[in-house]
């Protein structure tokens, strides 16, 4: 499966962002997806998870309360709703489909084999 992010840019503090995650491919929607973010300096970090049917959601305290992650399988379609956005969430995010049958640690990149090129989400106080 391929992925291509897209829908960063710039907001205050406070504000909103929709990313979204296009994919092509037939296991797609088989597929559990992820959301990551890498800011400059440091690793990329866990940000959600949602399983391949929409479900077993999961998200970092950091963005819990704030983004919810959802997805439309017959648009091959993923969404990151970013809300009440704090400059401490800039950074690169990354999109990315979870190893098929993979039933390890999902916050880990590792548990991902296929990755989008990135959106940035720039947060200004």
């Known amino acids: 499966v391929q992925l291509q992010a897209s829908g960063g840019g710039l907001v205050q503090a406070g504000g909103s962002l929709r990313l979204s995650c296009a994919a092509s491919?037939?296991?797609?929607?088989?597929?559990?997806m992820g959301w990551f973010r890498q800011a400059p300096g440091q690793d990329r970090e866990f940000v959600a998870r949602?399983?391949?049917?929409?479900?077993?959601?999961y998200y970092a305290d950091s963005v819990k309360g704030r983004f919810t992650f959802s997805r439309d399988n017959a648009k091959n379609m993923g969404y990151l709703q970013m809300n009440s956005l704090r400059p401490e969430d800039t950074a690169v995010y990354y999109c990315?489909?979870?190893?098929?049958?993979?039933?390890?640690?999902?916050?880990?990149?590792?548990?991902?084999?296929?990755w989008g090129q990135g959106t940035q989400v720039t947060v200004s106080s």
């Open positions: 949602i399983g391949w049917s929409g479900g077993l959601t």
């Open positions: 990315a489909a979870q190893i098929p049958r993979y039933s390890g640690t999902y916050t880990a990149p590792y548990a991902y084999g296929n």
């Open positions: 491919g037939r296991t797609f929607s088989s597929q559990a």
